[in-house]
């Protein structure tokens, strides 16, 4: 089944009663006080986005207990917090055995392989949209060596964001740059609560990378594995773009991002929703860590 993403934007008090999240919104001039009930088990991710929502300490818990995330946003309405359970498979302690005890010719391997596909994924994307001649990039991809060292991401990543935003020939990709930046960072930190909540799923450890190793991020791994799944939220802002028209993260541009664990994406074969993808890969990259696979099992674009 396919969990839930929900935003709270306005003030609330979220309560926990028989396995339901009460939600109560506060009264707005002569309008009555608004009640409604979600089962706790149906919600994948839950994104806090205003400075007066309550919420007690049987919600929390209740939502980790049932392997939601919970995104925190700031007073510019970015997220900037995440949280996650502690427990999420059976036979953790031995999924993070094997992550701890993973070679680093193997971490190299699976690197090479993330950058492959995020190459191959960025360049049928550009294909997609803007019909552009992406010979350049799937020879790129091919040529990846373990570990990624002669940086073919790097190179692949400034020709695509040269092409992504043609009517902003001058874009660069940057957290703290101009439009649509924004959006994207907004995109990528609702589909990195999804990897992470896949990874702690499969009983991974979300802090340990097989690249990113940043001593200030708890998410190293969930960065790592959210590469090729980037350009779905790229296409999916360049949707919102074409029909939401402010520079802002407004509520009607958040509406459209939120869809991100929903979107359709091709994996193994099949088509499957983002979210439920995500998991596929994460288990995947556990049986690669265990050495009863070699590849992880990233969508197709």
Not at 26 to 33: L, N, S
Not at 50 to 55: E, F, M, V
Not at 170 to 197: C, E, K, M, Q
């Amino acid at each position: 089944m396919i969990k839930r993403t929900i935003c709270f934007s306005h003030p609330a008090y979220l309560s926990l009663r028989n396995g339901q999240l009460v939600v109560k919104l506060e009264k707005h001039d002569d309008e009555p006080e608004k009640q409604a009930t979600i089962p706790i088990e149906d919600i994948g991710v839950v994104v806090l986005d205003h400075r007066q929502i309550t919420l007690t300490h049987g919600v929390m818990a209740a939502l980790l207990d049932n392997n939601a995330a919970v995104v925190t946003c700031d007073n510019s309405h970015m997220p900037v917090g995440l949280m996650l359970p502690l427990e999420g498979h059976t036979v953790q302690q031995e999924r993070f055995q094997d992550q701890l005890g993973s070679s680093l010719p193997l971490r190299k391997q699976l690197w090479q392989q993330t950058v492959q596909q995020k190459i191959l994924n960025q360049a049928a994307l550009l294909k997609e949209l803007h019909d552009i001649e992406t010979g350049n990039m799937r020879q790129w991809a091919k040529e990846v060596l373990s570990g990624d060292s002669t940086n073919l991401e790097g190179r692949a990543a400034a020709f695509y964001w040269s092409k992504m935003f043609p009517t902003i020939p001058d874009f660069t990709r940057s957290r703290d740059g101009a439009y649509p930046n924004a959006l994207l960072n907004y995109g990528y930190a609702i589909l990195r609560a999804v990897i992470a909540r896949a990874l702690v799923g499969s009983g991974l450890l979300p802090t340990l990378g097989i690249h990113h190793h940043n001593r200030y991020n708890a998410y190293c791994l969930a960065d790592d594995i959210m590469e090729p799944y980037r350009p779905y939220v790229d296409r999916l802002v360049v949707e919102t773009m074409a029909v939401c028209c402010d520079v802002e993260v407004t509520t009607a541009i958040k509406s459209h991002l939120l869809t991100i664990p929903t979107l359709e994406v091709y994996i193994g074969g099949q088509r499957s929703p983002l979210m439920v993808a995500a998991s596929q890969t994460t288990a995947s990259l556990a049986r690669c860590f265990s050495g009863e696979g070699r590849r992880v099992v990233y969508p197709e674009m």
